[in-house]
């Protein structure tokens, strides 16, 4: 699988802002275009309002963890990922971290989180928490997709956020 993928690096920056947000945004998309496999951490965090992360859509497997935090944008489309190896866990537990994904005044942030493909994580949680406008993330069958013999941590906060839904 490696051997005919596009392979990027990754980063290990957990919620450290990379200079101005524009210089944050224009080091994201180098590092992910068309990248197919992330050798350590997918970090996507202090993404603005209105940016495009169509760039995102390649990515298949990670081999640490995701990191999904501080994000004001309405889509963060990772509709191919399918495996999250979660080698490294981010907070020494979690293999995929939704956080805190909104604006401060509530109107915008995070709604979407395509992850139609993800069939597999293979070490660590998952903890989705703080994602006021997040939808359908509580119709994922979480217990499918994460290795439960391992007993690791998982904590899922979807009342905040339901109200919002239109279903």
Same mark, same amino acid.
């Given at each position: =699988?490696?051997?005919?993928? @596009?392979? $990027?690096? !990754?980063?290990?920056?957990?919620l450290t802002q990379l200079g101005h947000v524009e210089d944050h ?13 992330? +050798? ?9 309002? *209105?940016?495009?992360? %169509?760039? +995102? #859509? %390649?990515?298949?497997?990670?081999? /640490?963890?995701? &990191? ?5 944008v309405d889509v963060i489309p990772l509709e191919n990922l399918q495996i999250i190896r979660g080698n490294v866990l981010y907070d020494n537990? =979690?293999? &995929? ?9 509530? @109107?915008? !942030? ?13 070490? /660590? !949680?998952? #903890?989705?928490?703080?994602?006021? #406008?997040? $939808? *359908?993330?509580?119709?994922? +069958? ?5 290795? @439960?013999?391992?007993?690791?941590? %998982? ?9 919002? $839904? #239109?279903?």
């Open positions: =699988f490696l051997l005919s993928s @596009t392979v $990027c690096q !990754g980063t290990n920056n957990k945004f224009t080091s994201l998309q180098r590092m992910y275009n068309n990248c197919e496999v992330v +050798l350590s951490n997918l970090e996507i965090t202090y993404v603005e309002h *209105n940016r495009d992360l %169509t760039f +995102l #859509k %390649t990515i298949q497997e990670v081999a /640490g963890y995701v &990191l999904i935090a501080l994000n004001m537990s =979690f293999a &995929l971290a939704v956080l805190s994904n909104y604006h401060m005044n509530k @109107t915008q !942030g995070l709604r979407e989180l395509p992850m139609k493909r993800l069939s597999e994580i293979l070490n /660590g !949680g998952v #903890k989705i928490s703080n994602n006021p #406008k997040l $939808c *359908n993330m509580d119709t994922v +069958l979480w217990n499918d997709i994460i290795d @439960t013999s391992r007993k690791p941590l %998982t904590v899922l906060d979807f009342a905040s956020n339901l109200s919002s $839904c #239109k279903y």
